[in-house]
């Protein structure tokens, strides 16, 4: 069978070329056209027909400021879409961009699998009557997402959470260490983010932590969208080194770390690495956000287990002296760092076992054969 799959950021890029291997094990006489990053260019041996690096924007006015491309970007992939006619065209999380993908798909005739739920569940939850009209089956990856579908009539399946499937087939690299050129001192991991806009606002009180923890040494997990050269316009001339494409080795390695919100936060915790939640945006993005959002958090791990399992500092809280106070609560005051930990045990018992990609893979070409 022919599938179309579109992911529009980096998260959903790797959740995405998961789900190729696996489609590829349930049809082995599956095609595919992508929209996604170098992880599903990677798994298929195609170019995408649009890099994630070009489709990525978050927040109400960055989107405002990116209209134009946004709209090419739609109208390239409908043209495409229609001369490629798939079996079914596969959403992979992205909803501004991917709901308006499902109507015209669906105004098409073509099957539309969504895998990894929009979080309508935390503002505009009456798109989930859109999403009735125009999604045929709906894969989630957060328990308590799968009640929400069901009380409004939408078919639904949870399969698990695809982290699990990545975090459990990485490679480790045991010697991460040297091979980086690290220094024997205990490591704090920075997880800036992957759009430019969470880098530029939030990677700068980040590098300020430099000069609180003279103890350890500071290494920031760089985006495969940027280099390097990129970071080093925050660091200065400090001695921060930067890695590429090794986030589990390098949280593996690290005694706490600074998380951006999203779905690093929840890679960190199934990793079991004590962290601090960070965000910061356009402060008119923020300002709309708290007046339309309906959840208590903002990172997944909180999400999930129902109530604060880490430390959140949003916007003016998201600053150097109040990012430096937890993360020395984190490394030096034992039952701080225990009680996390025990919250990450609540939250592995949550999500259950690993194979979201196989048990997707498995419930489209079930579904596609028998529809």
Partial sequence: MKYYIIAGETSGDLHGSNLIKALKIEDPSAEFKIVGGDLMEAATGQKPLIHTSEMAFMGFIEVLKNLKTISQNLNTVKRDLLKYNPDTVILIDFPGFNLKIASFAKTNDIKVCYYISPKIWAWNQGRVHQIKKVVDHMFCILPFEVDFYKSFGVKVDYVGNPLLDAISSYSFNPNFIVDNGLASEPIIALLPGSRKMEIDQI?????????????????????????????????????????????????????????????????????????????????????????????????????????????????????????????????????????????????????????????????????????
């Fill in 203 to 371: 990677l700068p009180n980040m590098v300020e932590l430099y000069y609180a923890f003279p103890g350890h040494q500071l290494v920031i997990a760089g985006a495969p969208n940027f280099d390097e050269s990129y970071y080093r316009k925050y660091t200065n001339d400090l001695p921060i080194p930067i890695v590429f494409n090794q986030t589990y080795d390098l949280l593996k390695h690290a005694q706490a770390a600074v998380v951006t919100s999203g779905t690093a936060t929840l890679e960190t915790g199934i990793l079991k690495v004590p962290q601090v939640v960070v965000y910061k945006a356009n402060p008119i993005t923020i300002m709309i956000a708290r007046k339309l959002i309906k959840v208590r958090f903002i990172s997944l791990v909180n999400l999930i287990n129902d109530f604060l399992s880490v430390r959140e500092l949003i916007q003016q809280d998201c600053n150097p002296e109040d990012i430096r106070d937890e993360l020395k609560e984190l490394i030096m005051n034992p039952k701080h760092r225990a009680s996390v930990l025990e919250n990450y045990d609540l939250l592995a018992e949550k999500l259950g076992t690993s194979g979201a990609s196989e048990k997707t893979a498995k419930l489209i070409v079930t579904y596609l054969k028998n529809d």
